[in-house]
């Protein structure tokens, strides 16, 4: 409308102006005059239409806001969740002591013990007993999940393509839920706890997550407003991303395509990553952090998230197909054939489980190729990695 709108204006300047140029009441140079002067005033309009087009976009995405803050403010009409039990107790909070409680309860809580994880842990504790994943109505994915997460305590789960493990992550972070066992929050049922509680303890880092088009500086203030461009340099050095900052025409004031597309995988990959270490859940879950990243890069950044566990006393726990730098983890669980088919350390798995070994046999091959062939130059300066 605003281009047609100069296009009449225009067209009716000449209508009227050659008549009078060929009548003698108007100087050719005149006529130039006239013809311009609509131009120059719709110069100052210009801005109007894509004003409009932004209006009507805020207009639809308040509208959303206010139908997700209505939804929060509705009275929870569910049932009653019984409180959490102290973190450190085994029993669940539809059990009483000594009564009621499983075999399988009572195998899980063993072999727990055995694996040395402290009950008496300070923060939340995430307990899967017998858990079984899938899709929304889909088929079972993995069956008999045991694990346990909770501060200070590294967990990888690994396995081949196809085993099921982003949606075993998906359905410890509450995001799908399980179709089978028990999984608990503190004792409490996770999928009964409110989505808030839930995310105040459990970060996830999917493969999809969002990166925003603004700053670098404000994309890890989605994980807390408070950060300090201290922290953001120092988380982003975290992950390997340093040089990527120091060579940004703005640091972290330089913008960031939408949904980081001007960037490559490997560096929205680890901007997400460096958003997750800022992030104040004392529990982090991440999947598939080597993604898009040559081998030696993507060692050393699953080295770094198992460190949180240690350094920082976070519970972590990976979802990878990388196998060689999960010498650092508490426990690694091995996904075959729908369910945990091997537990244990790295060099442990490394050394009695058949498919582990040839995983890992087969990507330390891989490490000994050059990695120049593999690389190709970001937009915005950095190197993916195929």
Do not use: C
């Not at 969002?210 to 989605?222: A, C, D, I, M, Q």
């Not at 800022?278 to 040559?294: M, Q, S």
């Not at 350094?311 to 091995?334: F, I, N, P």
């Amino acid at each position: 409308l605003g281009q047609l709108a100069v296009g009449l204006a225009v067209l009716a300047a000449l209508v009227t102006g050659v008549p009078a140029v060929g009548a003698g009441l108007l100087a050719p140079v005149e006529l130039a005059v006239v013809v311009l002067t609509p131009l120059a005033a719709f110069e100052a309009t210009s801005l109007l239409p894509a004003a409009a087009i932004q209006v009507q976009r805020s207009r639809a995405a308040a509208a959303r806001i206010l139908a997700l803050l209505d939804d929060a403010a509705a009275p929870d009409t569910g049932a009653t969740v019984a409180p959490p039990v102290p973190s450190g107790t085994s029993e669940r909070p539809d059990t009483a002591a000594g009564a009621g409680a499983t075999t399988a309860d009572a195998a899980t809580t063993d072999a727990v013990t055995s694996r040395g994880v402290d009950a008496t842990t300070d923060g939340p504790v995430l307990h899967a007993s017998g858990v079984a994943t899938a899709w929304p109505d889909g088929p079972v994915v993995v069956d008999g999940l045991d694990v346990v997460l909770h501060p200070g305590r590294s967990v990888a789960v690994a396995g081949p393509s196809g085993a099921g493990k982003t949606t075993t992550l998906l359905t410890l972070a509450g995001l799908v839920p399980p179709v089978g066992g028990a999984l608990d929050l503190d004792g409490a049922p996770l999928t009964a706890l409110p989505r808030h509680d839930v995310a105040a303890a459990v970060v996830a880092v999917t493969e999809d997550a969002h990166v925003f088009g603004t700053s670098v500086l404000e994309n890890l203030r989605v994980a807390r407003g408070d950060v300090t461009p201290a922290e953001a340099t120092a988380a982003l050095d975290r992950v390997g991303l340093g040089a990527w900052l120091a060579g940004l025409p703005e640091g972290l004031d330089t913008l960031v395509g939408p949904d980081a597309r001007t960037v490559s995988g490997g560096e929205r990959r680890r901007l997400l990553l460096a958003r997750a270490l800022l992030a104040p859940a004392p529990l982090l879950l991440v999947d598939e952090p080597a993604e898009h990243l040559d081998p030696a890069t993507a060692d050393r950044l699953v080295g770094t998230l198992l460190d949180e566990a240690r350094t920082s006393g976070r519970g972590v726990l990976l979802v990878t197909h990388r196998l060689s730098a999960l010498g650092a983890a508490d426990e690694v669980l091995w996904l075959e054939d729908g369910r945990v088919a091997a537990r244990g350390t790295h060099t442990d798995l490394a050394g009695r489980v058949p498919g582990y070994r040839v995983a890992l046999d087969s990507e330390q091959g891989d490490a000994g190729e050059g990695d120049g062939a593999r690389t190709r130059t970001g937009p915005m300066g950095g190197t993916a990695h195929g």
